[in-house]
């Protein structure tokens, strides 16, 4: 598949998350619906909806993190937590 394909498909697939994550948070429908109407897991969609809500909160911050910071504290969070799961 050359690039421009690959490309328009994934934007094709981001309007298409997108729409579907601003559906959900606006109470249009379910995830229970969305994942049913799109033979998509509910786990998936809930993710993307988690995704859209950092992606927004860190989008009004004063001073954005950068994609680099925002994985790396992601990670952090994630190993504080599964440290305090071990003990």
């Known amino acids: 598949m050359s690039k421009t394909v690959v ?4 934007r094709c697939m981001a309007k298409r998350k ?3 994550v601003i559906e959900t948070t606006q109470g249009k429908t379910t995830v229970s619906e969305a994942s049913r109407s799109f033979d998509l897991s ?6 993307w909806v988690e995704d859209a809500k950092r ?4 989008s009004l911050r004063a001073n ?6 925002q994985y ?3 990670l952090r969070d994630l190993q504080d937590a599964y440290g305090e799961a071990m003990l």
Do not use: A, V, W
Request: aromatic share 0%; charged share 40%.
């Open 7 to 10: 490309d328009s498909i994934k």
């Open 18 to 20: 997108t729409g579907l």
């Open 55 to 58: 992606g927004i909160d860190n």
């Open 72 to 74: 790396e504290k992601q």
């Open 42 to 47: 509910p786990s998936e969609i809930e993710g």
């Open 64 to 69: 954005p993190l950068d994609i680099r910071e």
